[in-house]
């Protein structure tokens, strides 16, 4: 007997374009908002791009010097150093009370817990423009909420008139909390998240072991919360790091530059008295090439941590 010929394939073995044409507007968008901006800032940063090139559009090609100078410009060193002490700073802070809030959601009732989630998301949603702006009339002298409220306490005397924003170790204070307090919800609800797909048993193993809270946290919790922590820490460098907004609508890097990152060194070098753009630009090229290096570092560490579990 014959054998039965196969049905023809309904469909071509051609691969369809159908995918380039759906992903084509957000590629498009990508490229338009993203990597043009990139491309076009390394461009400028080996350019003596400055004020005069905005009106004749006039510039030269100086190569690696704009590089030379940030480089051998202590200002920019010291930029860099204060970005590392308070992104430090910043993250651990963070990441503690962030952790000590989602181990406290485990412990709280049902309906305090819906309560302090919607308090967290309503926070983490507030625009850090709109909440810098209400931190900065806090803390202001004379009717600012925070000088008041201290006051009365009685413990420090009358500092209703104390400008924080004019003294370089309360600025640092007041910038630090604020940033602390806008992270504190994500990192809060990621390590909650990760904190209720913990097994029971273990820590019911443990506490009939003899362990204390503490110790069942930090033998049985911890190790668990490992890969979520590297996550969330990474996140809060690379955020952290980044920080211009809270800085500058707070004490514009004052007083007397005490307050001054990298983002706002990069700013004020770019845009502020003498224009120098190409110069900025450099320096913002460099602070993405340290940020990609330490983001790497975190990556490879968070990989590990996973191909252990």
């Known amino acids: 007997l014959p054998r039965p010929r196969r049905a023809a394939r309904s469909h071509s073995t051609r691969p369809s374009l159908a995918p380039l044409w759906l992903l084509s507007p957000a590629g498009l968008v990508l490229l338009c908002v993203t990597i043009a901006p990139i491309v076009f800032l390394v461009f400028v940063s080996f350019t003596d791009y400055n004020q005069r090139t905005l009106f004749t559009g006039e510039f030269e090609v100086v190569g690696l010097a704009q590089y030379a100078t940030i480089v051998g410009d202590p200002a920019f060193w010291l930029s860099l150093l204060r970005t590392v002490v ?12 962030g952790a000590g809030m989602s181990h406290l959601m485990t412990r709280l009732p049902l309906a305090l817990r819906y309560m302090v989630t919607v308090v967290l998301i309503l926070a983490w949603a507030m625009p850090n423009v709109a909440s810098s702006l209400i931190w900065k009339w806090l803390f202001q002298p004379q009717y600012g909420v925070v000088n008041w409220l201290i006051t009365q306490t009685g413990v420090v005397g009358d500092i209703t008139s104390v400008n924080w924003a004019a ?15 806008q992270a504190v919800p994500f990192i809060a609800l990621t390590l909650y998240a990760a904190e209720t797909q913990v097994p029971i048993e273990r820590k019911e193993a443990a ?47 004052g007083p007397d530059g005490a307050t001054s990152t990298l983002g706002v060194f990069t700013y004020t070098t770019a845009f502020s008295g003498n224009v120098q753009i190409g110069a900025g630009s450099a320096i913002a090229v460099a602070s993405t090439l340290i940020l990609l290096v330490l983001s790497a570092l975190y990556i490879r560490n968070l990989v590990r941590s996973g191909e252990e579990l």
Do not use: H
Request: hydrophobic share 60%.
């Open 167 to 181: 003294d370089p170790t309360l600025a640092w204070v007041c910038i630090w909390m604020l940033v602390v307090w």
């Open 86 to 97: 308070f992104t430090t700073t910043l993250v651990f802070g963070s990441v503690v009370v």
């Open 207 to 253: 506490r009939l072991d003899g362990a204390s809270e503490l110790s069942v946290y930090r033998v049985v919790v911890l190790p668990a919360l490992k890969p979520t922590l590297l996550l969330v820490t990474m996140l809060s460098i690379i955020w952290d790091f980044n920080v211009f907004n809270q800085i500058w609508l707070v004490s514009a890097g």
